[in-house]
């Protein structure tokens, strides 16, 4: 609910409650994939990626992406729960821990996003979609391979808990897998997982039940749900609304996270801001580099970018649910994150900003004028195979020449 009149509005640097564990400060390293575990080994790298935010002041990172099962990785280089880590994880929750933040896991399924001829398995979904990066066609899951996948979300929130991370955000957005049976573009299913909006959610709220139902509170859980999949005919805000409803009714939750988009059918609509069709076309295979440039257009569509560009379809949940909200998108100085502190969010989530600048909360706070440095290029999104990173923070100025030597 929108907070009454009145209500004092807590400082994004006080203390945060998430379930049952005390964040330092609100502000929450959003999940950009890092590209750093390859063949799904997690490395020193990621480590050091996550204990850079943790230095930088943030209440929490956000390890991005750990797939739930292997067909679930958007490629190969990626790790799935249920591969040995050689005690990795359990480091990398420890570094963070050391430098005062708490550690989230991302753990979901990519559906048709997932790419096949990679992982070498087919991509599923929940209808036979097209899966463009493997150049494939999703198979349809069958009643048994859900049964499977919310068991596999299961064991990954207890593999995160086992690795000592203090959160878990279950990815229900961008157009997988779960995001992919919520919309009614992409399900085309006629059994109870298809159809109605009951029946699209059905899937969502198995695997956020069975999550807690194993769980209960040992392990602080978000959700990160789409509100408009930016497509089309596909999900949309009056069903994100519903579906947040229900979520909290289950008792799935200890905070929501909405999102936008489609990394399937329209990915630039997650982040507003510039197309970089031609760097992105560069990291791919040649089969696919030409499918971009003959699509690339249509689907890398640019939308102007403005400051918490999803605070109005996120108020409309916000005013629908009492659960805590984090809010994401465009949060980049302190009047966009007091908008969200005065209208009731308990917490931001920041990615492009702290990707530029990790040490961007330190900065804030000791300078409430400060602004990122972020310029929604968006040219990080084609160096996530390669090590994901901003692209700026690598420019080093030129030395002015010298004059008189
Ligand atoms: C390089 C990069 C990688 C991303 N990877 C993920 C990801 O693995 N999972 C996810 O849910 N969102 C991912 N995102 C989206 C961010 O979590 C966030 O939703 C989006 O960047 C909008 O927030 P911002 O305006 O603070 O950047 C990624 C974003 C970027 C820039
Ligand atoms: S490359 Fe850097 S400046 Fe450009 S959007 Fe990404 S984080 Fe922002």
Request: glycine residues 10%; charged residues 25%; proline residues 6%.
């Amino acid at each position: 609910m929108l907070p009454a009149p009145g209500t004092p509005v807590p400082d994004v640097f006080s203390p945060g409650k998430l379930g049952n564990v005390t964040l330092r400060n609100r502000i929450v390293k959003a999940a950009t994939f890092e590209g750093r575990c390859p063949g799904g080994r997690i490395t020193d790298e990621l480590i050091e990626f996550h204990a850079e935010y943790a230095r930088g002041g943030v209440g929490m990172t956000t390890v991005a992406y750990l797939a739930t099962s292997p067909e679930g990785r958007t490629d190969r280089h990626q790790y799935h729960w249920g591969m040995d880590d050689g005690g990795m994880l359990r480091k990398l929750t420890d570094a963070v821990h050391a430098e005062g933040a708490a550690v989230a896991a991302q753990v979901g399924h990519a559906g048709a996003v997932a790419n096949a001829a990679s992982n070498k398995m087919s991509a599923m979904g929940p209808s036979r979609i097209p899966a463009p990066t493997g150049m494939a066609i999703t198979k349809a899951c069958t009643e048994a391979d859900i049964d499977r996948i919310v068991a596999d979300h299961v064991r990954a929130a207890r593999g995160a808990h086992e690795a000592g991370f203090d959160a878990i955000e279950v990815h229900f957005g961008h157009n997988y897998l779960v995001s992919e049976f919520l919309s009614p573009k992409l399900n085309r299913r006629k059994d109870s997982y298809g159809g109605s909006l009951e029946n699209r959610a059905r899937f969502a709220r198995r695997i956020g039940r069975a999550i807690r139902d194993e769980m209960g509170d040992k392990i602080a859980v978000t959700i990160k749900l789409n509100m408009d999949d930016g497509v089309p005919g596909g999900f949309w805000v009056d069903e994100a609304v519903q579906v947040a409803r229900w979520l909290e009714q289950d008792g799935s939750a200890d905070a929501l996270v909405m999102t936008v988009g489609s990394s399937l059918l329209n990915p630039i609509y997650l982040f507003k801001g510039d197309a970089p069709l031609a760097e992105f076309a560069a990291t791919q295979p040649a089969p696919i580099k030409l499918g971009m440039k003959i699509v690339g257009p249509k689907m890398f569509k640019e939308y102007p970018y403005s400051d918490a560009y999803m605070f109005d379809d996120a108020r409309q949940i916000r005013e629908a649910v009492d659960l805590p909200m984090m809010l994401l998108g465009g949060i980049v100085d302190r009047p966009s994150i007091d908008k969200a502190m005065g209208s009731g969010f308990d917490f931001v989530a920041m990615g492009r900003a702290l990707l530029r600048e990790p040490d961007l909360p330190l900065k804030l706070q000791a300078d409430d004028r400060r602004r990122s440095l972020c310029n929604h290029c968006n040219r990080c999104m084609a160096t996530i195979y390669s090590g994901s990173r901003c692209v700026l923070r690598e420019y080093v100025p030129p030395i002015p020449a010298r004059s008189g030597s």
